[in-house]
């Protein structure tokens, strides 16, 4: 049955404000595949919408084993679920990488402006997934005392990388009684929706 009258990003938008109460609300699981094709998942922090008012921004290390994987690969799946209104969305797309190679640095800059000093200092600990090696007494448990320092406000560094997820397919699920589900997806620009069995 087709569903005239829904508009994913409408519900998904209406979805992030009735669970705003709950912190980890702001959190889903991004999907990606690695070169021999396995899956690998992982939590991220949605970090608002791109440009474009419906892509989910993410950010990341550029030493982070996701950045090869998506290099390699753009298809991914964000999967949020929101505890409040008990609704899951699947959100197939492809994911554009804004480095510090990008002719473009305002985006990365302004969520890069947009985090705490503690994020932003998580930028200058060792790399994500090497070897841990005990640190000097002298130093802190993530690095040096300096990357260390929460109070810092930095300079956005080579390594702070922004991953744009733009949607291509959303799988939507409500719990209510009785249990609805609607797929979206886009045609030559243009959003189709239709009714399923959940
Ligand atoms: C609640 C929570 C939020 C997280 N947010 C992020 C994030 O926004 N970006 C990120 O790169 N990693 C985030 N992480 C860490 C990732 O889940 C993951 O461990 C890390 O990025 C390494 O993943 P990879 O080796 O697949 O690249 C978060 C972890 C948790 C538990």
Redesign the pocket.
Known sequence: MQANDYLWITTLNKAIKRNKREAFSR?FQLATTNTHGAA?V????YRGMDEDGQSPL????SR????SQLENNRSVELCWYFTVTREQFRITGEATLYTHLSLEHQRRERVWQQLSPPAQAQFFWPA??ADHCEPPASQSPRGTSAAADDSLDRQMPDNFYVISVFPTAIDHLLLSHPQRRVISTRGSGEWQSRIVNP
């Open positions: 959190y690998k992982r939590t991220v922090v993410i950010i990341t290390d982070s084993a996701k950045v994500p997934g």
